[in-house]
Each structure stands twice: as structure tokens, then as C-alpha cells.
């Protein structure tokens, strides 16, 4: 077991719905999503934020995307019209997110590290030709 | 088997116009759909319309429409846009005279509106509805009802879908949903309606329009696959290919730049919803939670397995509200000691308040390049920063005590430590806050007609 940041593990982003803030967190493989559905909590994501969530924290698993929607209410000032944060919309939430601790089977790291080299190498402008 | 190409041509109001005039030259679409509206665009452009009742539309349509329509027409690309905003009827007159101008013509073109429901809001109360507020849980909107500016139902497809069926080349909407857009097109040409036995074709039409109405924000814009997106510069704006199964190809204009896989579908998949299992939008309820995604070669991501229910009896209603005003100030403060400098200026603008005797609502202070975005989430590092910023931002009743901001901030410039530096000073600006409730779906009174073009 080792302390791994989420940002080693999955993706994430973030977007606004009036004052909740939304966080897509994609699972970089199989087995680091079903490590997380069970590491992510709502009483974890809120303690994170610290005070920056008013409301409250749902999860939602999504097994087919292998990934978690996680909803913080109350987060965003009021919404993003009349919310004095710079970041209106929320777009930081979901960054800010990956900065969480989890401690978790090196196995996972390895797996997201493949992950990370496929994307690289699959998807790398100068690896592919676009049609 | 029968399958229908529908692209995404803008996704907000400022969005890039070449990716749309390089999906109508270089894409094989049958139609694009161009949102323009955000939640607070209503209220801006009933503003306008108050004024001036030939304004409240999107002006930028009339400039775009001139380069568009040239390419598109010809081809027999539909396009669908809710740029009519505040005032349809008007915005197509103008797309009218720029057909006639450029001898487009003979077309159609369908208008839709009657989404605003400000002028009988109170009718709809007086029958025993209540606005109650979805965010906040609040029963009515009795403590706001003076100061609403703005009340628009987000209305589904209905009518687009009669529009084409009378043969329109072009529709031009209200507030109708950004997904409808997508939703009326496929509706009409695989000829669905509401029962039963097509629920979950809608339901997969409302998740590929949900996948696509962003425009950029599939195609490698605002992702994780930033790093492997090609020629971002030059990115291409999403398509659609829908087959009459209930499958789709999300894919992008040909040749363009960016990027689409999995991970860029699934993103947005995820975006800006609360429960993945009921996506509510006018014309259906999608559950994203069924389907599956299967890359099928470069730029090319199968969805499948898409499902859902019917639609909802209520529709969404966006109604905005004055709400006081926002002053805001900034001030930059260079090594050495950036974050020192930058603690002591906050200290000397809140005594300056305190002196003052002004009372904001809200009142927020950062320091940018340390704890703007992440707040407390992220820990302060312990280094000598090589510049901070400071921003102080309030919320006032009156534009004057929010002026109180702005100027306290420029003090700043000349009164506080060695080295701050400065831009220009930001405008003070008027609040529209918004009140998320829903509307039943009979006691909106949507309209449409239709506009013939001659030659």
C-alpha cells in the first residue's frame, strides 16, 4: 500500500449546474474505478474542500463509464452570475479534486501509468493521421 | 439502414465561427444546430429588447448567417439555432433580407417562440403553481417577484419538428433546450413522436445531442486529452452520425484538428449534470448509465445501448433577478516578499471598509498565483513566490458601495507597498442571479410560424 495522489489515477472535470459544482472523475482503469467507489466518499470529498462546500456531497458510481459524478452543492457563491469567485464556473473544482491522498495498492499506480503511456503513444498527433 | 448526420455549430454566444463554415463545406451534414444562449444571455437580451424592441436576438447570427448560408443552402444543410433569443420573430426578418440579398432564395424558415413566460407568469401563480426555487428550496418567488428581469421555460422539440415537416430550410428559435436542436432534426426525419415504443430512440437522440451541443468541448476543448489533441488551433466541431437503430457515431468535421475518443466522450458525458441516470430535458429523460462506448478508429466513437423515459410533465424554467451589484479590484505585488506584501494590502483595504462604514453582502479576498482557484483545498507553499496578486471582490445593494471597491483597490496602487503593480480598473457590474424552477409543460405557451422566402 502506498499514499497516491487521485491525478495519478483518473481524470476529472468540472463544470457548473447554478450553485452545485459538478465532478466527472474518470477511473484509469478498471480496478482503480472499483478501488474508488469505494475510497471516495462524500464525507471524504467535503472534508477536502474543507470549508469550500457549503452544502451537501453525492456520489454517483457510474460502472459502465467507469467513473464517479460527484455533485457538491452550495459550492459555487450563489451560482455563476452572481458568485463573487473568479473561477465562476467551477472549471478549478474537478483539479482541485485530484489533489487528494489515497492510500491504495501500488498495483493500481502501474496500471494507471500504463494507462497514461497508451494515450500518449495511441492518440500522439504525430502517431496517428487524421482522416 | 437510415442515418442522419447532424453537426454542432456553436456552443455558447462567442463560440469560433470557422469550425462551423469547415463542417458546412467539409462535413457531410444534413443539418447544425448553433446554441447561443447561457442562463444568463435571457436576461441581457430582454434588456436589449426593452430598449429597443427590433434588438433582444443574437446580433452576431447576421454576420455569420451572411458567411454560412452561401455554403450551406447549396448543399441543403438545415441549420437550427435558438439566436432569436428574446425576439425570433425579429431575428428572422433580419436572416430574411440577408437571404434576399445574397438570392438564396425561394426558402422557409420556421420560427419558434412563446418560451418566455414573463408576461403570465403571475396567471400561472393565480392558478395555484408555485416557482419554488430548485437550489435553494425556497416555496415562491413573492420576495424577488418585483426585480425579475427575465423568465424563460426551456421548451422541447415540439415545434421544431412541426417547422421542418412544413418544409422549413432553416429554424430559428427562443430559449428552446440546446438539446432540442439536436432532438428535433432526428425526430423528424426518422419520424418519431412522443409513445411509447420510441422513448428510448429519444433517449439516445437527447444523450448524442447532450454529447454534441458543446461544441469544442468534445473535440479535445477544455479536456484531459489536451496534450494529444492535433493542431488544437484548428479544432473541429463535433459530429453526429445518428442511425435509425438508436446508435451513433460521434465523430468530427474531416481534417480538422482536435481530438475525439472515449475518454473526450466521456467526459462529456459526465459534464454539467447532476444524476447520470436521469438527464431530464424537455423531450426525454436519458439514463447514461446503459450505454457503451466503442472506439471504432481515429476521430470515430460508437455509442450504443442508449436508453430512457419518458418526458417530464414540467419544464425547466430559468428565471433571472436583479440582485445588487459586483465591484472588484485587483493589485499585483513583485518578489521579494510577493505574498507579504500582498497580506499587508488586505489588511489596508479592510480598515479602509471599516473607516468607510461600508457593509457588502459578501466580500472575498484572494491571492492570485497562491489560493484563487483551489481555495483551501490546496495548502499555501512556504516559498519566496515571485509575484502574488491580490483580488478583492464585493457584493453590493447599490452600484455605489460597490464603486467603494474599485476605487479603494486603485488607492492601493499609490498608497501601498513598494513595487504594486496595475492594470486597468474593472467596470462595476449589475447582478442577474438566477431561480432555477420548473413550469407545468400545458401552461407554457409556445408558438411557431413560418416565414416564406422568395427568390
Redesign the interface.
Known amino acids: 500500500m502506498a499514499k497516491i495522489q487521485l491525478k495519478e489515477l483518473a ?3 468540472s ?6 459544482s ?1 465532478i ?1 472523475l ?1 477511473a484509469k482503469s478498471k480496478n482503480i474505478y472499483d478501488f474508488l467507489v469505494k475510497a471516495i466518499t462524500p464525507e471524504r470529498v467535503k472534508e ?5 462546500i457549503k452544502g451537501g456531497v453525492e456520489i ?1 458510481p ?4 467507469e ?1 464517479l ?1 460527484i ?1 457538491l452543492r ?1 459550492s459555487l ?6 458568485t ?4 465562476q464556473t467551477g ?2 473544482m474537478g ?3 485530484l ?1 487528494m491522498e489515497v492510500q491504495a495498492d501500488e498495483a493500481l499506480l502501474k496500471e494507471a501509468e500504463a494507462t497514461d503511456k497508451e ?2 503513444s495511441r ?3 504525430v502517431n ?4 | 439502414m437510415k442515418k442522419v448526420c447532424i453537426g454542432s455549430g456553436s456552443g455558447f454566444w462567442g463560440d469560433l465561427l470557422e469550425p462551423a463554415l469547415e463542417m458546412a463545406e467539409k462535413g457531410d451534414v444534413q443539418y447544425i444546430g448553433f446554441d447561443h444562449l447561457a ?2 444571455t435571457m436576461a441581457i437580451l430582454n434588456r436589449m429588447k426593452t430598449k429597443n424592441p427590433e434588438l433582444g436576438y443574437i446580433q452576431d447570427i447576421i454576420p455569420w448567417m451572411k458567411k454560412l448560408l452561401p455554403i450551406s443552402v447549396p448543399k441543403g444543410i438545415k441549420t437550427i439555432t435558438n439566436a432569436g433569443g428574446a425576439n425570433p420573430l425579429q431575428a428572422a426578418k433580419e436572416v430574411k433580407k440577408i437571404i434576399q440579398e445574397l438570392k438564396l432564395g425561394p426558402m422557409k424558415i420556421g420560427v419558434v417562440y412563446g418560451d418566455d413566460i414573463l408576461p403570465y407568469m403571475d396567471e400561472i401563480r393565480a392558478q395555484g403553481w408555485k416557482f419554488k426555487n ?2 435553494t428550496g425556497e416555496e415562491d418567488i413573492d420576495r424577488i417577484r418585483k426585480d425579475i428581469v427575465a423568465a424563460n421555460a426551456y421548451i422541447g422539440a415540439d415545434l421544431i419538428i412541426e417547422e421542418l415537416g412544413k418544409g422549413a430550410d432553416l429554424v430559428i428559435t427562443g430559449r428552446v433546450s440546446d438539446n432540442a436542436l439536436y432532438v428535433g432534426p432526428l425526430m423528424y426525419e426518422f419520424g418519431w413522436d412522443y409513445s411509447e415504443k420510441y422513448i428510448d430512440r429519444i433517449a439516445a437522440a437527447v444523450t448524442v445531442g447532450h454529447i454534441i451541443e458543446c461544441s469544442a468541448c468534445v473535440t479535445g476543448g ?4 489536451w ?5 488544437p488551433w484548428d479544432i473541429g466541431f463535433p459530429i453526429a452520425e445518428f442511425y435509425e437503430n438508436g446508435e451513433a457515431v460521434i465523430t468530427k468535421t ?4 482536435g ?1 475525439v ?1 472515449p ?1 473526450t466522450v ?2 462529456h ?9 436521469n438527464y431530464m430535458m424537455p423531450d426525454g429523460i436519458a439514463d ?6 466503442i472506439e471504432e ?3 470515430r466513437v460508437r455509442v450504443t445501448n442508449m436508453r430512457g423515459k419518458k418526458r417530464p410533465d414540467t419544464l425547466k424554467v430559468c428565471i ?1 433577478y436583479r ?1 445588487g451589484f ?1 465591484g472588484e479590484g485587483l493589485a499585483f505585488f513583485p518578489w521579494p516578499d510577493a505574498l507579504e506584501k500582498a497580506k499587508w494590502a488586505e489588511q489596508w483595504v479592510r480598515e479602509r471598509f471599516k473607516r468607510l462604514g461600508v457593509k457588502f453582502e ?3 479576498i ?1 491571492y ?1 498565483g497562491v489560493n ?7 495548502p499555501i507553499e512556504d516559498k519566496d513566490f515571485n509575484e502574488v496578486g491580490l ?1 478583492i ?3 453590493a445593494k447599490t452600484k455605489e458601495e460597490a464603486e467603494i471597491v474599485r476605487r479603494e483597490a486603485t488607492h492601493l496602487w499609490t498608497m501601498g507597498p513598494i513595487g504594486v503593480s496595475f492594470g486597468i480598473p474593472l467596470d462595476v457590474r449589475p ?4 431561480w ?1 424552477s420548473l413550469v407545468p409543460r400545458e401552461a407554457v405557451r409556445v408558438e411557431s410560424t413560418t416565414m416564406e422566402v422568395n427568390g
Open positions: 481524470f476529472a472535470r463544470g457548473d449546474k447554478g450553485d452545485v459538478n466527472g474518470m477536502h474542500f474543507k470549508g469550500m454517483y457510474v460502472s459502465n463509464l467513473s459524478e455533485i452550495r457563491g450563489g451560482g455563476a452570475t452572481c463573487l469567485r473568479f473561477d472549471k478549478s483539479q482541485a479534486l489533489r494515450i500518449l492518440y500522439s498527433p496517428r493521421s487524421n482522416g | 442562463e444568463l430548485l437550489d477544455m479536456s484531459n486529452m496534450q494529444v489533441s492535433e493542431r474531416p481534417g480538422s484538428g481530438i475518443n475518454w466521456k467526459e458525458l459526465l459534464y454539467e449534470i447532476i444524476d447520470p441516470a447514461f448509465t446503459a450505454l457503451r462506448l478508429g481515429m476521430n433571472g440582485d459586483i459578501e466580500l472575498r484572494d492570485m484563487m482557484l483551489h481555495g483551501e483545498a490546496a483580488r471582490a464585493a457584493k447582478v442577474v442571479a438566477l432555477p
